[in-house]
């Protein structure tokens, strides 16, 4: 392949096999069983709670803990400054890393189910939901590792990860709820995850998935500013 799908293709490739390397496929798995275990003693109301919660925070555990892990590596390497050297560009960069973050959720969600033994409503749905939050994420712990003040950078992630994680799992505990959740970027995906296991009105699942789509967006921006600052990294 030439051109964009073929540069794509490359470093996707590329990404998965330091994945591999780094052992994120085990890590997976492991997760798999912890959580498809966990999720299968659930019975009766709290099932359809906590079935898209636990695929919600497998997900969050993985692509933002990994995503950091990924970059902040490729950082200190110089990887980021060698691609001055490629045709590869920005954009492409950033979209094989979320591909590469999603197509591992994408295996790996429906088998957590599977192993629960929890009946999918809607697998489109699952999808869209794994997919937009890996996403979002991934691009989420590439700007936390671009813009973290130097000195710092164990206490901005630590904050990064409460304010992604923690509001949109408010109302699941009785804490908070209203219309205003779907501005936070991880609400649209937690609805998606949630109408995988129990049918969603459609203009809901629109909505979830437009604002998943706008987050994508506003973040590849920001990632794609954020690029020139890791390039031009040098270690103290």
């Known amino acids: 392949m030439k051109g964009m799908p073929g540069r794509v293709s490359a470093a996707l490739g590329r990404d998965l096999l330091v994945q591999y390397r780094a052992r994120y496929v085990w ?11 966990a ?8 099932e359809y709670i906590l079935s898209p919660a636990f695929i919600f925070l497998n997900a969050f555990l993985l692509a933002f803990s990994l995503g950091l892990r990924q970059t902040a590596s490729e950082r200190e390497a110089g990887v980021l400054s060698a691609l001055d050297l490629t045709p590869l560009r920005p954009h492409e ?3 094989a890393r979320c591909a590469s973050l999603g197509l591992l959720a ?5 088998l957590i189910a599977l192993v629960a033994g929890k009946q999918i409503a809607s697998w489109s749905s699952l999808m869209l939901g794994v997919c937009g939050e890996k996403a979002i994420l991934s691009l989420a712990a590439f700007l936390v590792v671009a813009y973290a003040p130097k000195g ?3 206490i901005t992630r630590l904050l990064a990860s409460l304010l992604l994680l923690v509001p949109p799992l408010l109302p699941f505990f009785g804490f908070a709820s209203g ?3 779907i501005a936070h970027p991880m609400q649209g995906p937690l609805l998606l995850l949630q109408g995988a296991f129990f049918p969603l009105p459609g203009g809901r699942v629109a909505t979830a998935t ?27």
């Open 93 to 95: 960069f950033l979209a």
């Open 39 to 46: 999720l299968r003693s659930t019975h009766g109301a709290s």
């Open 152 to 154: 710092r950078a164990v």
């Open 179 to 181: 219309g205003w959740l």
């Open 210 to 236: 437009l604002a998943s789509g706008i987050w994508i967006a506003l973040l590849l921006i920001g990632s794609r500013k954020g690029f020139d600052k890791l390039r031009g990294y040098r270690k103290p």
């Open 106 to 110: 994408a295996i790996q969600n429906p």
């Open 27 to 37: 890590t997976a798995l492991a997760a798999l069983a912890v959580w498809g275990i």
